[in-house]
């Protein structure tokens, strides 16, 4: 099991594994580790959320458990749930000889339990990294029963007692911002907000990620998107979208990023109708007029 030993360390090691963190992250992700705390991640989509508790798994070498969260989910596909077809064939086979009292002790033991993520996670044998992905999708009835899960790393079952961690797992929270989380929930994390990268961070994921690039067209390309996302866009581009623009250019076998190479192909980084027409607007024209980017091309 590789372990971070410090902030340094931590950053190198999400190198290794294709994450290019930068300061904050580095720092969230070792204090974390150290503290036993976990980390909630806030910050728009597609800046490398969930990407950070997944290579937070492969630095460490610890399994990745991952609960997805949407509107509607119960504790009964996040903790556990009774497995009660089995309950009801132990019933069956047993209810002749033995009495009720005799049968509810057996079909309440962990035999007939369905894990779901969370209890798979406590009760790994191996310390592993619990990704909780999305949070701000689940309503506040859902948070309030992560609260004994985060804070004392144990779930209360009613017909069995308490499951207390073997392993205190590295939990990362994730959310959209799509609304404001509870102050109880945010006081037992560390708190990582994710905005877009920087000019220079960015151009290196985007080589990570599309190494065969030429390196002056992956610069102009971060130069438009973060010329795009200055603009007041329904959706601005992320990382995830400048990615997938890379990796078209590439197949394209484009040599430059001009007004019609935008024209052709910014509906990968746009999604709008109306955010179309803005950008081939806005951006379209200083490509033609050669106002951005000729110096680095
Ligand atoms: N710092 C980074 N280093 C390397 N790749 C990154 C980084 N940040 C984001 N990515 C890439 O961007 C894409 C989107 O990231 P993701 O984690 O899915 O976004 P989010 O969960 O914030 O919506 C992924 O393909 C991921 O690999
Ligand atoms: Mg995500």
Redesign the pocket.
Known sequence: MAELQSVDHVKARLGEV?????EP?ALVSYLAAQLGKPILVE??????????A??LSRATDRRLIRLQCYEGLDEAKALYEWNYRKQLLRIQTEAQDAGWETVKEDIFGEEFLLERPLLTAISAKDPVVLLI?EIDKTDQEFEAMLLELLSDFQISIPELGVIEARSRPIVVL?S?NSRELTEALKRRCLYLW?DY?DAE?EHE?VR??APDLPDAVARRLVEVVHMVRNLDLKKPP???ES?DWARALLLLGAEDVDESMLQHTMSIIVKHRTDLDMVAERVGVKLTDGLIGRQSA
Request: proline residues 6%; glycine residues 12%.
């Open positions: 294709g994450y290019l963190a930068d992250a910050g728009p989509a597609g800046v490398g959320k969930t990407e950070l997944k290579a992905d994730t959209n994710l990268p961070r994921i990570l990620h992320s990382i995830a990615i």
